[in-house]
T-cell receptor, first 113, second 113 residues
Framework: GESVGLHLPTLSVQEGDNSIINCAYSNSASDYFIWYKQESGKGPQFIIDIRSNMDKRQGQRVTVLLNKTVKHLSLQIAATQPGDSAVYFCAGGGGTSYGKLTFGQGTILTVHP | KAGVTQTPRYLIKTRGQQVTLSCSPISGHRSVSWYQQTPGQGLQFLFEYFSETQRNKGNFPGRFSGRQFSNSRSEMNVSTLELGDSALYLC????????????FGEGSRLTVL
């Protein structure tokens, strides 16, 4: 979960496949976890959040799973499209620190047509 | 509804100079946060402002400072620039919902020579 290193994990998939992006976090005190998508030249964009007392949440084409036992978060993207190509970050936050998030290192997703 | 606006988008400075970056949040958003993004450290929280008060500060030296105005617009300043300050500086605004949903601008790309 901490931001580290120069080399981001990469995931390469074919259009139409399902994608699973993983994230390990270290701060068990987080009240919620969030996934962000960052396209080249843009700021991160909110995808979906999950509260720490939940283990699954679904959105449009996306599902987030939270496993607090092993401190693991995953983002599943169904029927991945070329427009989903981006860097995906997990983040944790909590308390009254609404604007203070701790981001993971990110995963580069490349979707091939 | 206009998004978060950051100016300037790109700037080049030399070591020892100072820089001021500006951020206009989404209308109605009173919380503004700043992040530094580098390839080596990823996304790191700088500070958060609400109602012209700094609520949280990240682990950055005192050369990094910020402020928020009564109209919620925010500025951050970096004094005595170092080469390592080269980064994308992102501003995000939010509505103080406890979900981690931040709205990011496209960032100010600072290069220190």
């Amino acid at each position: 979960g901490e931001s580290v290193g120069l080399h981001l994990p990469t995931l390469s998939v074919q259009e139409g496949d399902n994608s699973i992006i993983n994230c390990a976090y270290s701060n068990s005190a987080s009240d919620y976890f969030i996934w962000y998508k960052q396209e080249s030249g843009k700021g991160p964009q909110f995808i979906i959040d999950i509260r720490s007392n939940m283990d699954k949440r679904q959105g449009q084409r996306v599902t987030v799973l939270l496993n607090k036992t092993v401190k693991h978060l995953s983002l599943q993207i169904a029927a991945t499209q070329p427009g989903d190509s981006a860097v995906y970050f997990c983040a944790g936050g909590g308390g009254t620190s609404y604007g203070k998030l701790t981001f993971g290192q990110g995963t580069i997703l490349t979707v091939h047509p | 509804k206009a998004g978060v606006t950051q100016t300037p988008r790109y700037l080049i400075k030399t070591r020892g100079q100072q820089v001021t970056l500006s951020c206009s949040p989404i209308s109605g958003h009173r919380s503004v946060s700043w992040y530094q993004q580098t390839p080596g450290q990823g996304l790191q929280f700088l500070f958060e402002y609400f109602s012209e008060t700094q609520r949280n500060k990240g682990n950055f030296p005192g050369r990094f400072s910020g402020r928020q105005f009564s109209n919620s617009r925010s500025e951050m300043n970096v004094s005595t620039l170092e080469l390592g300050d080269s980064a994308l500086y992102l501003c995000a605004s939010s509505q103080l919902t406890n979900t981690g949903e931040l709205f990011f601008g496209e960032g100010s790309r600072l290069t220190v020579l």
